[in-house]
């Protein structure tokens, strides 16, 4: 879970986006997409699936929140501010549609058209939810924060021992639904006691957390 949408990040990840797109003639990401069976014109409208959806958060649900314990960090993040929203005590979960859904909706249809094996698909889906509940922290005043390679790595890692042929996909998959469910779902009532007026399932807007995670991972497979 992350902190609110910001116009500025949909302009930086906008530029972003610009630079994977001219990229993806290249080997590197061109290699990512093809371990998972997309061929470039699939991968780019993915991409802009997912950044078109990444300016939409849907709320779920409204919760009872405590005050943060301690006073918030600055809203910035490296040179971009955060929008200031006041904590009114209670707490709106959102989910984010370019940096949550699509990403899990590729995920289920990885699962049904790769023949991935099950069992070894859940085990991997669980250790990499067990490391992203190990190393996410709550942070007063903002959300749930987590290293950001240390989700990739672990999908990685349980892909090459677990995947088999299909390791690109198991990779995808674990870190994708890992991370939502170690270091989102299972975090949920962290929230209540962070005093932060919004929090995000799928992060930010689509490079970050559970999109990146499941591309990072697949690179490293």
Known sequence: ???PF??????????????????INFQIIALTF?????DPASALSLLLTSLL???????????EADSPPVAPPPPFRG??????????GRTKIVVNVGGGLVPVAFSLYLLAND??????????TAIVAAVAYRFSRPIPGFG??????????????VALALGGEHRAP??????????LIGADLLRIPDIRHLGAPVASIGGAGTFDGIFMTGLVAVLLT
């Open 1 to 3: 879970m992350r902190g």
């Open 6 to 23: 910001s116009p500025l990040y949909f302009l930086f990840f906008a530029g972003l986006l610009l630079w994977l797109i001219l990229s």
């Open 34 to 38: 093809e371990k998972l069976g997309l």
């Open 53 to 63: 959806g990444s300016a939409i958060n849907l709320p779920v649900a409204t919760i």
């Open 79 to 88: 040179l971009l501010r955060l929008p200031e929203i006041p904590f009114t």
């Open 115 to 124: 023949g991935i094996p099950l069992p070894q698909l859940v085990l991997a």
């Open 144 to 157: 749930i924060g987590m290293p950001i390679l240390i989700a990739p790595l672990a999908a990685a890692a």
């Open 170 to 179: 198991v990779a995808y998959i674990a870190g994708t639904l890992g991370v």
